[in-house]
Structures are given as structure tokens and as C-alpha cells.
């Protein structure tokens, strides 16, 4: 699994690049990786209603392929894109997102951090206020889009959206539990080392 660090970019290229990265892999292609941050934009999943947007500002929305509601990314907020071939993998989507799930938590915890999944809600929370969100897209096999995890940023615009389709959901952020807080790129070398731990297949560790 090969992890490629991105940096700062704008989201809509990087959409379109995910898309092109999943419709021309094969069956060799390796999986990635793809570690980013993005200015900030709100974003629209296929489910998403208007109504969620409670808030028009200079952030822009962009409508995407992605599973499940609107959600807000920002500076200070660690992305991974995750471009894995499930079938290959002989796994199923719902043990992907148990891995991405339990990556997020075991990073968390290395932190004093004490997070969970809810079985009712997507994506891992402190108590009830929510640090990442989880949303993918399935084609051809295959999955990308990925987990945002909330280290540093401004959480002020999911003010302006009920996030993920939750009408006065809490959000928080690891430097809300730790000072001082971390890098993302600090984060990022923890969370990446627990995903390809999590996605790897049992039988193929060398991978």
C-alpha cells in the first residue's frame, strides 16, 4: 500500500483525481493512500438534502459521489483518501469501515483520547461530539473517498450545517483534549501506520 502525501489542495481537483484513479486501475494497480487538507468547502454527499446547509456564506458546496450527507473540511483537518480494492483484498466494505473506524480510535488513544464508533451514526465520537467523519464510494470493486479527522482548525462552519444529516451535532477537534496539539503531519504518520495495519489482510502482512 503505497501512501502519497499530498499537502494542501484544493478539493474539487482532488475529487476529480480519485474518480480518474478508480476508473483506470486494474486488478495490479496498488492501493494508496492519499494524505491532504483542504481549504475550506463544504461537501455534498448523494443523500445530501438542502435543508442540512442552514448557513450560505463564501464557502463554496460542491455535490459529490460520495455516501451520506454534507460535512465541512478546513485547515487543520486530516484527510485520507483511502483507493483500495476491496475484492482483491477479499474483504467487504463494512470491514473497511471498521478498519478505518478502528484506526482513528487507536490514534486517538495514543493521544490519552478515550473515542468510539456509534453503530447508529457514521464516523467516531468523544462522548457525543464527533472528531471524524466517514464517508466512501463504491465502484467497480473498489473504494475511495475516505475519513477526515479533526486535529486543529476552526469548527465554526459545521455550525453552519448539521453535520452529516444531524440537526445540532457537537463536533470537537484533538486539540481540544491535548496541549499542545500535535501536527497534522504528526497525526498523519500515526494514523497512516494503524490503517495499513487495519487494511491489511491478515494472510498478507508483508505487504
Known sequence: ????????????????????????????????????????????????KPEHLLIRDDIPVIQIDRGGQITYHGPGQLVVYTMIDFKRRKTSVRNIVSALENSIIATLAEYGIEAAADPKRPGVYVGERKIASLGLRIKNGSVYHGLALNVNMDLSPFTHINPCGYAGMEMTQIADFVHPCPTLDEVAAKLTTHLKTQLTPKADNNE
Open 1 to 48: 500500500m503505497k501512501i502519497i502525501h499530498k499537502g494542501l489542495v484544493e478539493y474539487l481537483p482532488t475529487f476529480e483525481a480519485m474518480k480518474t484513479f478508480n476508473a483506470g486501475r486494474n486488478a495490479n494497480t496498488e492501493d494508496e493512500l492519499w494524505v491532504v487538507e483542504h481549504p475550506p468547502v463544504f461537501t455534498q454527499g448523494l443523500a445530501g
